[in-house]
């Protein structure tokens, strides 16, 4: 199964700006955590109204310009979560929207997998008891890679032996899409 990108390249800018205005004025989501946080919402066993999710993107609740933009922007996020629910529930490997890395760039900006991870451990968090409740150990170890992605517990000594090897680092990050087919299921197959 095929899906058309949810968003054209104008939207997709349009969305990314903002955030990133967002994401500077009041340490709100940047683009790919939003997708983090989407995809986590996709496969989460309790699936949260984009009203309940803006104050999670937005550290609260932004600043818009106007009535318009808000309508405008709520629905690209609206039309971008109908995108990731319909990639999850197609049980195909998901496509991450970034490099499976987590290596920096020169600036010392985080990597973009590391923040879309952020994203999605975020919703995790928020739902401790719904993620971990009667599957925890298979959610711990399907959500390990994207916790290790997410560099949240980069002073355990595990996540730290992993970055000391880059293969392992890579090998750990690729098992992502996968995961996350997986933890939809785990969550939303039938014996659930």
């Known amino acids: 199964m095929t899906t058309t990108a ?3 390249e104008d939207q997709l800018e349009t ?3 903002f955030l990133e205005e967002q994401a500077e004025d009041a340490e709100g989501l940047d683009f790919f955590a939003l997708h983090g946080l989407l995809t986590a919402n996709a496969v989460s066993p309790k699936t949260l109204s984009l009203d309940a999710l803006l104050p999670m993107i937005f550290n609260g609740e932004p600043t818009w310009p106007s009535a318009s933009i808000k309508t405008q922007i709520c629905e690209l996020i609206g039309l971008l979560q109908k995108e990731v629910i319909e990639l ?3 049980g195909q490997s998901f496509p991450v929207p970034c490099d499976l890395n987590v290596e920096g760039d020169e600036d010392g900006e985080a990597a973009p997998l590391e923040n879309w ?10 739902q401790h008891d719904e993620w971990y409740g009667k599957h925890e150990e298979n959610a711990a170890e399907l959500l390990f890679p994207v916790v290790y992605a997410s560099g949240l517990n980069a002073d355990d000594a595990a996540f730290a032996d992993i ?3 880059e293969d392992l680092s890579l090998q750990v990050c690729a098992s992502i899409p996968d995961n996350v087919i997986d933890l939809f299921l785990l969550y939303n197959g039938d014996d659930s």
Not at 117 to 126: H, R, T, V
């Open 6 to 8: 949810a968003l054209n």
């Open 15 to 17: 969305l990314a700006l």
């Open 163 to 165: 970055d000391d090897d």
């Open 88 to 90: 999850v529930e197609s």
């Open 117 to 126: 991870a952020i994203g999605f451990i975020l919703l995790s968090i928020e």
